[in-house]
Structure formats: C-alpha cells, structure tokens
C-alpha cells in the first residue's frame, strides 16, 4: 500500500488525475474514488489487490501492474480486468512491469489463454531504467 502511495504521487505530478483505492480508505471515500474513475474524473485508479477480482467496469481499457504475484490465478484476474469485450472497445493496454525473465516467460505463457478466446496480444519489451 505504500508503494500504491508512491505511484499515486508519481502519477500526479505528471498530470494525471489519480486517486488510492484501497481497504486503508473507509467505504465512503472508496466509492467516491470509484466512481469518479467510473464517470473520468479521474484517468487512473491506483490499487494494490483491492481490484483483482470483482471489480467490473469493462470500459476500462488500460492497467498497469506494478506488483509480481506468484499466482497465476491471481494475475490472470488483473489482466481480465480490462480485457471485456464491448461494443466501443477495440483494445486494451496492460503494462506489467517485471523484474525478471521468469516472471516474464509466465506472463507470456499466460497471455496464450486470452489469444486462444480471440484477443489480439502484442508484446514490446522496454529499456530498463
């Protein structure tokens, strides 16, 4: 959660509108942040697990994930989040940042899933910095 911090104030200072959702906030203020993501008042929505699973909001169609899991489960549910199908989207954008090739070469045999359904998937490795 405290990284979640951090990249919400990064996130911030390069313009975007962001905010936390997390178990730290009461009911009320996660609702809020919700829907203000949910009606683009805000551009991102910064959380740790709070989305992985019941989160349903398939006009989403960008996510960055900042933390590994070892669960595959787990990350296939964060990158469902974004990969529903509707009517006015063509695509969506995961980021997954990684720090090693075994973690990647899991990403990648667990994207072949989603190829198999029929979403189009391209991969582009970037600079470490």
């Known amino acids: 959660k405290k990284q979640a911090k951090e990249f919400n104030k990064i996130i911030n200072t390069k313009g975007y509108k962001s905010a936390i ?3 730290d906030l009461d009911n009320a203020e996660r609702e809020e942040n919700l829907n203000n ?13 709070a989305l992985d699973e019941g989160f349903d909001m ?3 169609d960008g996510a960055m ?7 595959k489960r787990q ?7 974004v990969l ?3 009517a006015n989207k063509q695509n969506a954008l995961i980021v997954t940042v990684y720090s090693s090739k075994t973690e990647f070469d899991k ?4 994207s072949n899933r989603y190829k198999l359904e029929g979403v189009p998937i391209k991969w582009q490795q970037m600079k470490q910095v």
């Open 21 to 23: 959702y997390n178990t």
């Open 75 to 81: 990350r296939i549910q964060r990158m469902g989040r």
């Open 37 to 49: 993501f949910k009606n683009g008042n805000l551009n991102v929505l910064v959380s740790c697990t």
């Open 107 to 110: 990403l990648r045999e667990e």
């Open 58 to 60: 398939p006009e989403a």
């Open 65 to 71: 994930i900042l933390s590994a899991s070892s669960s």
């Open 84 to 86: 529903r199908i509707t």
